[in-house]
T-cell receptor, first 114, second 113 residues
């Protein structure tokens, strides 16, 4: 079945450090790929998405590129801030999913220290 | 309302009891989803409504779980004979229609003691 695997956390960084959170997937067809973020005390929010191979999603300084050859969608940010501390979830919707239900990875907690 | 609203935000119940969790989607959103998030894990799909009908309930873990959406707006997730393993955060999401961005509520944290 479809699945998403992401690096386990927590990831602890100092402010202004470079961030990478790895995400790989298994899916039939051509899935759409997403990163969601969950800030403390808040609901899940869509951070960025990519719907086809080689697309780059970007938002709030975060980027991820859809790599079909490596079935990956790694999240990157050049300079993290304390306010980026949250749990990040990689997710997919399979290409043949009529209902658009999301399959999530296990989440990666990011802690940014001043 | 401005976003997806879920009530209650927290629910503690005794093993074996019946519980109902409510989701108020964004007004006008026809698609509604329920997910379950166990501690330290990502959300897992439970059931999806398009309008009033359950279009896909393949994620419901067993027949103790049931959900309704009688008027195509508010949805209720019902759990019978709760077990300690049902303890999790139950998330609801809605979208204007299938295929466009879904918005999540803050979830109901269910604890079965």
């Amino acid at each position: 079945g479809d699945s998403v695997t992401q690096m386990e956390g927590p990831v602890t960084l100092s402010e202004e450090a470079f961030l990478t959170i790895n995400c790989t997937y298994t899916a039939t067809g051509y899935p759409s790929l997403f990163w969601y973020v969950q800030y403390p005390g808040e609901g899940l929010q869509l951070l960025l998405k990519a719907t086809k191979a080689d697309d780059k999603g970007s938002n709030k300084g975060f980027e991820a590129t859809y790599r079909k050859e490596t079935t990956s969608f790694h999240l990157e940010k050049g300079s993290v801030q304390v306010s980026d501390s949250a749990v990040y979830f990689c997710a997919l919707i399979p290409g043949d999913n009529a209902g658009n239900m999301l399959t999530f990875g296990g989440g990666t907690r990011l802690m940014v220290k001043p | 309302g401005a976003g997806v609203s879920q009530t209650p935000s927290n629910k503690v119940t005794e093993k074996g009891k019946y519980v109902e969790l409510r989701c108020d989607p964004i007004s006008g959103h026809t698609a509604l989803y329920w997910y379950r998030q166990s501690l330290g894990q990502g959300p897992e799909f439970l059931i999806y409504f398009q309008g009033t009908g359950a279009a896909d309930d393949s994620g419901l873990p067993n027949d103790r779980f049931f959900a309704v959406r009688p008027e195509g707006s508010v949805s209720t997730l019902k759990i019978q004979r709760t077990e300690r393993g049902d303890s999790a955060v139950y998330l609801c999401a809605s979208s204007l229609k299938t295929g466009v961005r879904a918005f999540f509520g803050q979830g109901t944290r269910l604890t079965v003691v």
